[in-house]
């Protein structure tokens, strides 16, 4: 029989060498042995199905599947068969990114006013120089999610990844959020320990091992539900989780709008004036584990942009 490292076998199955060796320290992998210090991994033994699970994310499936986002999906496909995009393009493309990031950015303590005039490329004397290159980052990283997933008939995809985030792209986008700071530096997880909802005796977990749970969730559990249910699973994980140091609800933001552009839909755009009432939804669902309200309200959103664009294609 033909043996495998931990080191090969991370490399085949797209998981970390230090998720390897748990799993054959736990025997989830059959035919493993250990000989000396080095474990040996059976070279045709297929990647285990990892049995961790965000506890109240499992328990709320049934209920979220049973929503029913048929006017959603019958939106998404009427967008999708627009032939005429370019006054989509010009009408819609740079006011949706703009009015996303009016959401995205309100827990940085920065005027809506100074958003939009950064956002339209005007310099702002009273405006910390880093918040603006903060501003042009954030909305640098939407357009690359564009041009990597397409825009309905207004792009064209570039490529199609799957999936269409990793532990890997979680640290480059944030990269990408501090790119020509003068403090600019290589992004990592902050170094805490926090209590993992799947766990029944409150034991702490490293922030590290709670975020690989969550890509292992979205890579795998998580492909049978609407991208809409995937995107609110992710958006809301990551603020409790917290990964970063700083800029945890941009960063959460950012992700949740990449998995919905990856499906072919549109922002979700949250009002400005509006944005309390998410906060305070957001709030009760990490708290009961209910994730129906900010579903529901993120679905209204998606409806009313839909309607803009079909609207506009008129």
């Known amino acids: 029989m033909n043996y495998i490292s931990v080191k090969e076998a991370s490399k085949k199955w797209g998981i970390s060498e230090r998720r390897v060796r748990i799993l054959c320290s736990e025997n989830r992998i059959d035919g493993v042995t250990k000989s000396s210090w080095a474990w040996n991994i059976p070279s045709s033994t297929p990647k285990p199905s990892d049995g961790r699970v965000i506890r109240h994310i499992k328990n709320v499936d049934l209920r979220v599947n049973a929503l029913n986002f048929n ?8 967008f999708n068969k627009i032939v005429d995009s370019t006054k989509l393009y010009k009408d819609y493309f740079d006011d949706s990114v703009n009015r996303f990031l009016l959401m995205a950015l309100t827990d940085e ?13 005007e310099y702002v004397e009273t405006l910390n120089y880093d918040k603006q290159l903060l501003i042009l980052n954030a909305k640098s990283i939407i357009i690359d999610f564009y041009k990597q997933t397409g825009f309905g008939p207004i792009l064209p995809r570039e490529s199609k990844n799957n999936p269409f985030f990793s532990d890997k792209r979680f640290k480059e986008i944030n990269d990408a959020l501090y790119k020509g700071f003068d403090d600019y530096h290589i992004s990592k997880y902050r170094d805490a320990k926090i209590v993992n909802p799947s766990s029944f005796d409150e034991k702490l977990y490293n922030v590290s091992m709670q975020i690989e749970t969550l890509i292992l969730q979205y890579e795998s559990d998580w492909n049978i539900l609407n991208a809409l249910v995937k995107a609110s699973f992710m958006f809301s994980q990551l603020l409790r989780i917290q990964p970063f140091e700083k800029h945890n609800f941009l960063f959460a933001s950012l992700i949740f ?10 922002l979700a755009i949250i009002p400005y004036d509006l944005v309390d009432e998410l906060k305070a939804n957001l709030s009760l669902t990490l708290k009961r584990g209910n994730y129906t309200n900010i579903i529901r309200m993120f679905e209204s959103s998606l409806l009313v942009e839909l309607d803009k664009l079909i609207a506009l294609a008129k």
């Open 257 to 266: 709008a990449g998995i919905l552009l990856d499906a072919d839909y549109p």
């Open 109 to 121: 303590q920065i005027q809506p006013s100074d958003i939009i005039k950064v956002l339209n490329k």
């Open 71 to 78: 006017t959603l999906v019958e939106g998404c496909e009427n």
